[in-house]
């Protein structure tokens, strides 16, 4: 099992900045690629970032060129630096590992980390 645990999510405005963190433990050599995804109130959970083992990374078009996602293989860690923050980004923030094998199917899941901007 992989276990994945969320932080830095918060409260801040318009145009500012959050920095998440996912720290990633237990069964992580099973561990391919990990990303964020977000689900905002009345709506579907969707991708935000993902980075593969290898550093090959993949954004939603709404955060390119403002999010940068970034990996510590040494420290099984995933980041995901928001810039130029945006009310729209408001929204439970979703650490998820993927396995090679893709066991379970669609990866493990964080608890999630509430990421709110105000205007």
């Known amino acids: 099992q992989v276990q994945l645990v969320e932080s830095g999510g918060g409260l801040v405005q318009a145009g500012g900045s959050l920095r998440l963190s996912c720290a990633a433990s237990?069964?992580?050599?099973?561990?391919?690629?990990m990303g964020w995804y977000r689900q905002a109130p009345g709506k579907q959970r969707e991708l935000v970032a993902t980075?593969?083992?290898?550093?090959?990374?993949n954004y939603a078009d709404s955060v390119k060129g403002r999010f940068t996602i970034s990996r510590d293989n040494a420290k099984n860690t995933v980041y995901l630096q928001m810039n130029s923050l945006k009310p729209e980004d408001t929204a439970v923030y979703y650490c998820?590992?993927?396995?090679?094998?893709?066991?379970?199917?669609?990866?493990?899941w964080g608890q999630g980390t509430q990421v709110t901007v105000s205007s």
């Open positions: 980075i593969t083992k290898g550093g090959n990374t």
């Open positions: 237990g069964s992580v050599f099973r561990i391919n690629s």
């Open positions: 998820n590992a993927r396995t090679y094998s893709n066991i379970p199917a669609g990866g493990h």
